[in-house]
């Protein structure tokens, strides 16, 4: 299974942009890029996925690198509710569709 | 977003008794999965499903069977409960814009 590194922990400011990285070396062609993220006793919420193409939506946007070895999570603004583990998870189109949770990063966000 | 539900949200079992976790969707989904997340770990898979009567093992499978007689309910159960089960288990779907939903989440602790 192709595997993500991220930081353990990052820490922004409340309205300022935050920039989450992922690397992700041995990505195969196949292999969509997800992100999720938890809140402190909730299930993991959906942000955002791609697969070569940079990707906004509402909640954030998602920028992939031209070889698709590392990808950023972009938070606009962060509130003080962005505060979460986020996770970067390849989803291998040919394993069942399954996500592969690694350690995620925790995002802590200052008033 | 798609309707889903599990049940129960918590559950306290003893050590060798049989267990049934309950997840419900509401909108047909062909992928369903469960779950685990330990404290400080992101989730494993335990088992998924593709459709009725089709399932597969995930990474920690052992201890765990699972049943989905209708598109609508993946149930996962503990054959004999241990206290290595002790969790918080989740459930997932797929959903039809590719990304995935999850439970809110039973918390299991078997003593």
């Known amino acids: 299974d192709a595997k993500t590194t991220q930081p353990n922990s990052m820490e922004s400011n409340e309205e300022e942009p935050v920039h989450l990285p992922c690397n992700h070396s041995?990505?195969?062609?196949?292999?969509?890029i997800h992100w999720y993220r938890q809140l402190p006793s909730q299930g993991p919420e959906y942000v955002i996925h791609?697969?070569?193409s940079n990707v906004n939506n509402r909640m954030a946007s998602l920028a992939i690198a031209e070889d698709r070895k590392s990808s950023t999570l972009i938070l606009h603004r962060a509130t003080l509710r962005d505060a979460a583990v986020y996770y970067c998870?390849?989803?291998?189109?040919?394993?069942?569709?399954?996500?592969?949770f690694g350690g995620g990063t925790r995002l802590m966000v200052k008033p | 977003d798609a309707g889903i539900t599990q049940s129960p949200r918590h559950k306290v079992t003893e050590t060798g008794t049989p267990v049934t976790l309950r997840c419900h969707q509401t909108?047909?989904?062909?992928?369903m999965y469960w779950y685990r997340q330990d404290p400080g770990h992101g989730l494993r898979l335990i088992h998924y499903?593709?459709?009725?009567?089709?399932?597969d093992k995930g990474e920690v499978s052992d201890g765990y069977s699972v049943s989905r007689s209708k598109t609508e309910d993946f149930l996962l159960t503990l054959e004999s409960a241990t206290s290595s089960q002790t969790s918080v288990y989740f459930c997932?779907?797929?959903?039809?814009?590719?990304?995935?939903?999850f439970g809110s989440g039973t918390r299991l602790t078997v003593v």
């Open positions: 041995t990505i195969s062609g196949t292999d969509y």
């Open positions: 909108e047909n989904h062909r992928y």
């Open positions: 791609g697969l070569t």
């Open positions: 997932a779907i797929r959903d039809i814009q590719d990304g995935y939903t």
């Open positions: 998870i390849l989803r291998d189109n040919n394993a069942g569709n399954m996500l592969t």
């Open positions: 499903s593709y459709g009725v009567k089709d399932t």
